[in-house]
Each structure stands twice: as C-alpha cells, then as structure tokens.
C-alpha cells in the first residue's frame, strides 16, 4: 500500500508510535477521501448534462413521499464510508439537485452503519443486537432527514452550492453536448470544487488522524457506568471529538462492554463516534453554514440519545 511505503519506508517512523500511527491514517485518508471526491463530482457532473434535477427527483420520489429517505438510509448502509469519506458522496448528491433531507438521510446512515459493523456486532452481541441497531441507525437517518426537510434550511448551504445545485444542471440538460465536451465539463466542475473545499478537507483530516488511536476506555467505564443517568449523554458528548469508522470502533465497544458499561451505552458512543465527528463537522463547513451544522448536530445527536436510553431500557 502507498500509505504504508510512505509512511514507514519512506519516512524514518514505524507502525507501533502513535506517531506512525497518525501519519500513515493522514495519508491514506487524504489519498482515500481526494480519490473519493474526485470520482464522485465528475460521475455525478456527468448525470447531470444528461438529466435535470426534476427528473432526479421525480426517479427518487417515484413510487412515495419517504421512499427516498428510505432508500437513501439502506444505500448508506451498502457503502462503507467514514464521516469524512461520506461528505463527497453528499455533496454530490446536493449538486445534483437532490433535495437536502434526503441527502442527509445519506449522511447520516452511511457512516453509523455498514456490513462490516453488521458482522461485527452480529459475532460479538448476537443477531437481535445486531438488528435493533440496524434499525434504530436506520430510524435514526431516515427521521433527521424528514426533520432537517420540514425546516427548509437550503438556503444555510454554501452560496456557491446554491448558486449551481439546479440552474446549471438544468441548463446543461437543454443543451447537446458532444461527450468530449461533457469530460471536459466535468473534469472542469471536478477542479472548481475541489479548488474551493481542498483546506477544510486537510484540516479535517488532520485533526480526525491527531485524534485518531485515542482510546478512552477506563475514562469512559469510570464515568459512564452503568449507575449513572447521565451516561448516555456523556458518552456521545465523548465520541464527537473522535474519529473512526464503526468496524474500528468495534473492539472499543466490546472492551467498554467487559468493563461493565451498559450496552445502550456504548453504542451509543459508538454511533457517536462515526456518525457526528469534529473532522466531519470541520470539512462540512465549507459547504454548509455553521447554523446547519449545528441543526444536522442536535437532531442526530437526540436521536442517538435517545437510542443509547432505549437499548439500556430493553437490554436490562
């Protein structure tokens, strides 16, 4: 792997330091997330010289009101992304002309669920584990997104995502265009919008590769035990700073576990920690304003709550 000559042939580090450790995690998710991005922008560009935004939404919505939430949650959950890897796919989705709750719906599933958690949390709690929290990430991405729909807050996206996410896909629909000039187009969309978002994606993944490897657990079992109400709260509050996809955090939620931690606990830090990240937060803020961030935040944030309480609730 390149991040692994680079890291440790290259560079005089070795993969036992947290130093190494953070280097190599900051290579390979910059690699990873401008591959990501690029793909993405121009794949989508590419749909949209060919398709106007109602036709989008018209194949979204085409068979009921929610079917997209609903399908936008389950393709979440079949693409096994981070928070950070999560955001191209998202603002892909926007500038095609998606609307924004369900685009969120995306947001949120993809990174709390994938299958590798599934298998995980299967092997290690059983299948009924397994599938409440499917279910309850599910719950969890579908409502925000009818949440954050209700709120009609397209207008806290970045101007320069406003400005093209319809126009320009509508314009570019009317227009015949040779597929030379089609590439072109969307190699060109690819630059401007990597040129504009390049900054918050380093800083992002530079604070997420600091962080990353930080473990907490005693700290976390002393103070978020099972006796305390408080526990669920302070857990999430814990796993925002955080970053790590959920097959990663999985060990931490079966050593949490051992220590006596409830269960609704722990995944609730768990679904913290990949769902609502400080990197996340930083790399969406230059294409959403601090307000929609902070909405996207506490309607997320509620519902984990809410679901760490359930679990413990029905898991005692």
């Known amino acids: ?39 993405v922008i121009f794949i989508v560009s590419m ?17 009921n009101k929610y079917f997209g939430y609903i399908l936008a949650a389950a393709f979440g959950i079949i693409t096994p992304f981070c928070t950070c890897s999560a955001v191209p796919l998202f603002l892909g ?18 990174p709390m669920i994938n299958e590798i958690a599934l298998v995980m949390l299967l092997g290690l709690f059983g299948w009924k584990i397994a599938l409440i929290y499917t279910l309850s990430g599910m719950l969890i991405a579908i409502l925000s997104g009818l949440i954050i729909d209700k709120l009609k807050v397209e207008n806290l996206l970045a101007d320069f995502i406003n400005k093209n996410r319809v126009d320009v896909a ?55 035990g099972a006796d305390k109400w408080y526990a669920v709260p302070f857990a999430v509050l814990i796993g925002i700073p ?13 050593a949490l576990t051992e220590k006596g931690v409830a269960l ?15 990197p996340e937060f930083m790399i969406l803020k230059k294409v959403m304003k601090t307000k929609l961030i902070l909405i996207f935040a506490g309607v997320v944030g509620v519902g984990i709550i809410f679901t760490g309480y359930l679990f413990n609730l029905i898991l005692k």
Do not use: C
């Not at 792997?1 to 910059?30: C, H, K, Q, R």
């Not at 749909?47 to 979204?60: D, F, G, H, S, V």
């Open 93 to 110: 989705f926007v500038e095609a002309g998606i609307p924004l709750g369900v685009t969120f719906s995306f947001l949120v599933s993809s």
């Open 170 to 224: 509508t314009q570019l629909a009317q227009i015949e265009m040779s597929f030379k000039e089609r590439v072109n187009y969307s190699w060109d969309y690819v630059k401007d919008i990597i040129k504009k978002v390049w900054p918050y994606i380093i800083v992002g993944i530079g604070l997420g590769a600091l962080i990353h490897g930080y473990v907490p657990t005693d700290f976390l079992a002393k103070y978020a």
């Open 242 to 254: 955080l970053y790590s996809n959920a097959a990663g955090v999985m060990p931490l939620v079966s």
């Open 1 to 39: 792997m390149f991040a692994d000559w680079l890291s440790f042939s290259l560079l005089p580090l070795t993969a036992e330091t947290l130093l190494g450790e953070a280097v190599n995690f900051f290579i390979y998710d910059t690699i990873k997330i401008f591959l990501l991005l690029a793909v």
């Open 264 to 278: 609704g606990t722990t995944l609730a830090f768990m679904m913290a920690v990949t769902g609502l990240s400080l």
């Open 47 to 63: 749909i949209r010289t060919y398709l106007a935004p109602e036709k989008i939404r018209n194949i979204i919505f085409r068979n």
